[in-house]
Nanobody, 122 residues
Framework: QVQLVESGGGLVQPGGSLRLSCVASGRTLSSYIMGWFRQAPGKERDFVAAMNWSGHTYYKESVEGRFTISRDNAKNTVYLQMNSLKPEHTAVYYC????????????????WGQGTQVTVSS
């Protein structure tokens, strides 16, 4: 059984930065697509960023250039560096893992973390 545990969320002022981490256990996920999604209150879960096994990255258009996804396969960990945060980025951020070949942008990944709250407010 795969477990994903996110950390790094919190309260940050507009313009600030946060780095989210997601540690996987249970199996090696180096061949998986690793993704980040977010869900704001009253809204559907929304794609943010993903990286496949070869290091190719995918971003929601509105966060490209502001957010960066990376992974350390040796540590079975994926990161999301978020810069220049805005109040509209406030949401619960989820880490997810999907076997290679799966749908990248759709929130139907096989494994999910419990989420970490990110609040951007002054």
């Amino acid at each position: 059984q795969v477990q994903l545990v996110e950390s790094g969320g919190g309260l940050v002022q507009p313009g600030g930065s946060l780095r989210l981490s997601c540690v996987a256990s249970g199996r090696t996920l180096s061949s998986y697509i690793m993704g980040w999604f977010r869900q704001a209150p009253g809204k559907e879960r929304d794609f943010v960023a993903a990286m496949n096994w070869s290091g190719h990255t995918y971003y929601k258009e509105s966060v490209e250039g502001r957010f960066t996804i990376s992974r350390d396969n040796a540590k079975n960990t994926v990161y999301l560096q978020m810069n220049s945060l805005k109040p509209e980025h406030t949401a619960v951020y989820y880490c997810a893992a999907e076997p290679a070949g799966g749908m990248i942008y759709i929130p139907r990944y096989k494994y999910w973390g419990q989420g970490t709250q990110v609040t951007v407010s002054s």
